[in-house]
């Protein structure tokens, strides 16, 4: 068939290419000068081949473009949703071109897509399969009179992933008009039964080929949607890193959960002057208090008193500043930083100040939307290692983490109350059914504030884009008995109370209605 017989001339001239080089072309050459004449013939390859094609076969030609959107690519709809986790297919680039002549399945098979990000990248081997093929004799003219050899092929493995797909429809949609991620999780076996990067783009595009013009205007767009921000995007954790903070207080015996600070809405240190997120302060407050306020005075004090390197080892038994996932090349680790690390990174000693505002979750920690997720899942099953999956058939295998399950209980309880007690952060997000979700915002900031920046802080567009505050929220329910976790981060849009948590809640009052019979 012309199809058949287009892709064989390609694959010959590609073959013949490279054998000529090998033999002797490239030992001579300059190294830079060899690289640039072996991507140019490629690239001649690539695009005057199908011109001479279509000359040639223009009839053919037509029928196989037209059929090509039918057998390669996601729906518009898929391709737009799941496309930073599920990835894409396109044809092989450079390098992989070169390496496919070591490679019998893809050196074989003309005109062969392979999995370029996310889970087609990672598990390509097994869902590609083998191609069959037939070997046949012919005559002079071309024409086929026997067949030779036939190999029958070898569809690839199945895979059924963990994704609820009208959940992830519907976070999508409800964080769609942010940059952000959102990530739900089941908080026993680690699957991932939401996990959305925003902004997003159709990869059919990527597929079929992709103008040099829309890929520099994704290059270009300030929301990076070509970034796959639920595992490389990093974002200071703000508030929600206050459960874990309370639990070092805890579990290093700095704190009990009836201990108290008084907070009059900024305290000064040597000279610099740290602010609670509310003017005037929240008066008196115990640790429950405190994390259901989320008063940064209190953590300020409980950060004091444990030290930086204190806070950072519990802070990484949560598995922050590591990466969770297995072979997600894009996955990053985050940062915890301590005293040792900003010594061998900066060169400089640690400063108190910094240890005031790494309690705030600010400052140098950074985190991923996945470790968020993660650590809230872990307070949610009662202290438990629990891995994220994307897989059905790949269940975590929960292991007890080193804490007393009594300061879970109490951490927990006080993500219940931040929630659904007057005075929470979140209290205006709750749910008013049978079933609740606890939880805790987060609002951090990309920038050091001025008076006025606080000044304008009540109209978050004040700011140029980049400079506006990060908005998350991270919880669990249903309270009397968890099944899920919920991580949401919108970028640059603003306090956590107001974005990331009403976010949050309609994933949860979607989950319980779905998935729980008494909902």
Known sequence: MPNIRRQFIKQKIL??????????????????????????????VDNFLPNLLNFIFPQ??????????KVTGLGFLFAIVLVLLVGWLSSLFFVERFMSFFDKIL?????????????????????????????????AAGRAVRTVEFVDG?????????????????????LGRYAGSAIAMDIKTGEVLACVSTPSFDTNKFAFGITQPEFNELLKNERRPLINKFLSGQYPPGSVIKPIIALAALENKIVDQDYTHFCPGKIELYGQEFYCWKDGGHGRVNLKDAIKKSCDIYFYEVARLLGVDRLAETIRKFNFGQTILKDFDEERKGLVPDTKWKKNALGKPWL????????????????????ICKSMAQFANGGYVVNPTFYLDEK?????????????????????????????TSY????????????????????KLTIKDREDNANPNAREYKYRDHSLFAGFGPVEEPKYAVAVVAEHSGPGSRIAAPIASSMFDFLFKKRISNA
């Open 107 to 139: 050196e074989r098979t003309p005109g062969i897509k392979i999995g370029k990000i996310g889970i087609e990248k990672i598990l390509n081997r097994e869902l590609i399969g083998t191609p069959g093929f037939t070997r046949f004799e012919v005559n």
């Open 154 to 174: 070898v569809s690839g493995n199945a895979l059924k992933t963990s994704l609820d797909l009208e959940l992830q429809k519907l976070t999508y949609q409800k």
């Open 60 to 69: 053919q030609f037509a029928e196989v473009n037209g059929h090509i959107p």
């Open 352 to 371: 108190l100040g910094e240890t005031l505002i790494t309690g705030i979750g600010q400052g140098y920690i950074l985190a991923t939307p996945m470790q």
């Open 396 to 424: 975590s295998k929960l292991s007890r983490m080193d804490f007393d399950v009594d300061n879970i209980k109490i951490i927990n309880e006080a993500l219940v109350a931040a929630t659904n007690e007057p005075g929470g």
């Open 15 to 44: 073959t013949a290419l490279a054998q000529r080089f090998f033999q002797g072309v490239i030992v001579l050459a300059p190294i830079g000068v060899t690289i640039w004449v072996v991507v140019s013939l490629f690239n001649w």
């Open 428 to 447: 205006g997000s709750r749910l008013n059914g049978k079933l609740k979700f606890a939880g805790k915002t987060g609002t951090s900031q990309v920038t």
